[in-house]
């Protein structure tokens, strides 16, 4: 089994045990949902508990590729996108920094 396979199985166990839908809106285009897995507070920050997030998802999961400016959604808390880092396995990691509360 090559690597990219066995990291892809791993990163849909993971999805599947702790993964949250979460409302992703582009900015050209319609609202979709998404499963991720949410890690606020994932950058070092002076303030608790913190403004910035990372949402690990499948790149796959996204009808349009993720892009800088979009929001995501999650209950009340809306984050804008402000990077994008995707990995060799299929994985996307989607920098979020906390914008408003809905």
């Known amino acids: ?38 890690d606020v507070g994932a950058r070092r920050e002076d303030a608790a508990p913190g403004t910035y997030a990372v949402l690990f998802a499948k790149a796959d999961a996204f009808p349009q590729p993720p892009d800088r400016g979009d929001e995501v959604s999650v209950g009340a808390a809306i984050y804008n996108v402000v ?5 060799a396995a299929g994985g996307v990691r989607v920098v979020l920094h906390f914008n408003r509360t809905a």
Do not use: H
């Open 1 to 38: 089994m090559a690597f990219a396979d066995a990291a892809a199985r791993l990163a849909d166990a993971c999805l599947r045990n702790f993964g949250v839908q979460v409302t992703y809106t582009p900015q050209l285009g319609v609202a979709f949902t998404v499963t991720g897995i949410l």
């Open 83 to 87: 990077d994008i880092e995707a990995d």
